[in-house]
């Protein structure tokens, strides 16, 4: 009996280990070993972005040439326009972090007119509800010239940047299971007893 008790702790504490991993917000190198920079090919970040899975709390990590480079979240009208004049929320200092800090589309874009113009610096990322069954999937970058209302309510927040000093993100739900945890081993010893 008492082997059957350790078992079954250790197939417990095995199977919250795995669910822990699984739920803990991810860091996304936008670009992978590229960077963040003003590429020829308009497809390459939607093309990245299809081939990461993204969720809630996860955190984009945009590496590029200071002074060369920058990086915004916006709306998407703005997006969609390349409307970068006005922007006042830019990242100039590299690595700039962004925390996907809700569900549904963000958009990305560097602050340079032609960069973002040219259709080869723009990044849309879609962080799918938790009760959406399809898988996160990036859209490519509009080359339309209607405006569109953004999908968001307007311009990004604030605190979605996170550079020191930011407000960090809210608990994930590996956070929530491990408060959990202490329950579910004493049901489990409960159980076995």
């Not at 078992?7 to 936008?30: G, K, N, Y």
């Not at 690595?95 to 560097?110: K, Q, V």
């Amino acid at each position: 009996m008492c082997q059957l008790k350790n078992l079954s702790i250790i197939l417990l504490i095995a199977f919250v280990a795995t669910i822990v991993e699984r739920t803990e917000a991810a860091d996304h190198t936008v670009g992978g070993t590229t960077g963040w920079t003003n590429r020829a090919n308009a497809t390459f970040y939607s093309d990245w972005a299809s081939n990461n899975t993204f969720k809630q709390n996860d955190v984009l990590v945009f590496n590029f040439f200071a002074n060369a480079h920058t990086v915004a979240e916006i709306n998407k009208a703005d997006f969609d326009n390349c409307n970068v004049s006005g922007i006042t929320n830019a990242i100039t200092t590299t690595p700039a972090r962004f925390t996907l800090n809700r569900t549904g589309d963000f958009y990305f874009t560097c602050t340079f007119p032609t960069h973002c113009q040219s259709g080869g610096q723009k990044l849309t990322i879609n962080v799918p509800s938790s009760s959406s069954s399809s898988p996160p999937s990036a859209t490519p970058p509009s080359s339309g010239t209607t405006p569109t209302s953004p999908t968001s309510g307007g311009t990004p927040s604030p605190s979605s940047p996170t550079q020191p000093g930011a407000t960090p993100p809210s608990p994930s739900s590996a956070t929530a299971l491990l408060a959990a945890f202490p329950a579910l081993f004493a049901l489990v010893i409960n159980l076995l007893l």
